[in-house]
């Protein structure tokens, strides 16, 4: 299994700094993307303090454990939750994160938050993780009605964050991986300001990695980048760096030109 990388973190168009971190460690198949909360310094202090927790916890694991990636995100919760005491900063600060680790043809992935992961497959885009979100919860209880979303005000308010209590509850699942696979860990300055149906028409591009990776920058900035964005791009390619198509793809190529021949 390769997997090609692509990353970017941009402080967008409005923001004084950049509260996101995130890393990307090829040797080990590990992408951790963090969204910090907490206003300004504190927000960045938290997303960093998270990254960077999950990163000694997994990379320092010999041989490196799937199973480890709750433990990780835990190590971080009192990470973030000590950092808080020993600066004595006054409210909650706090992250939200998602991890992934690429491991015998599989990607096993944890959140926590509304930072996403999607799955990219057969030009079938699939949103991977479940945000936790006030949103999310009352469209779960049935006391919001999907037709309402637009106009629900509390968007942004999420339920679940690494650095919040002592306890939290993290969401963790894995995927087998086909060659010809795209992934997408972002944080919400991206999934809030490019639609889905955008971001389809940008990785269904025939172009290289870093020319989606710029595209969808592009796109959310002129959506107004009025929040930080930072995301991963990674493809999974062949020893050859050719994508290996599927049969369902392959059999959809094969049936359109039929039909272009028919006609």
């Not at 949103?127 to 968007?155: A, M, Y």
């Not at 699942?173 to 860990?185: E, I, Q, S």
Request: charged content about 25%; aromatic content about 6%; overall charge negative.
């Amino acid at each position: 299994m390769k997997i090609i990388y692509n990353d970017v973190s941009h402080i967008g168009l409005v923001r004084d700094t950049n509260e996101d971190c995130h890393a990307v460690i090829p040797s080990h198949g590990l992408i951790i993307v963090a969204d910090g909360m907490g206003g300004h310094e504190a927000g960045e202090l938290a997303s960093e303090t998270t990254v960077r927790a999950i990163q000694e916890n997994l990379v320092c694991s010999q041989p490196i454990n799937p199973n480890l990636l709750v433990h990780a995100i835990q190590k971080a919760n009192h990470a973030v939750l000590n950092l808080q005491e020993s600066l004595r900063i006054k409210g909650k600060i706090g992250a939200t994160v998602v991890v992934g680790l690429f491991h015998e043809n599989s990607l096993y992935y944890a959140s926590i938050g509304d930072s996403r992961i999607y799955l990219f497959r057969d030009n079938q885009f699939k949103q991977l993780t479940h945000d936790d979100s006030l949103l999310n919860e009352l469209i779960d209880q049935g006391l919001l009605d999907q037709n309402n979303v637009h106009n629900f005000q509390q968007k942004n308010v999420i339920t679940r964050a690494v650095g919040i209590e002592n306890d939290i509850e993290i969401q963790i699942d894995h995927r087998n991986v086909f060659a010809g696979d795209t992934f997408l860990f972002c944080t919400d300055g991206l999934s809030d300001y490019v639609d889905e149906e955008s971001i389809v028409d940008i990785l269904s591009e025939e172009e290289d990695l870093s020319t989606k990776r710029d595209s969808l920058l592009e796109a959310s900035l002129n959506n107004g980048g009025k929040d930080n964005i930072t995301f991963v791009l990674a493809y999974v390619a062949t020893c050859d760096s050719h994508p290996k198509e599927s049969i369902v793809s392959r059999c959809i190529k094969w049936i359109s030109r039929t039909i272009v021949k028919k006609e």
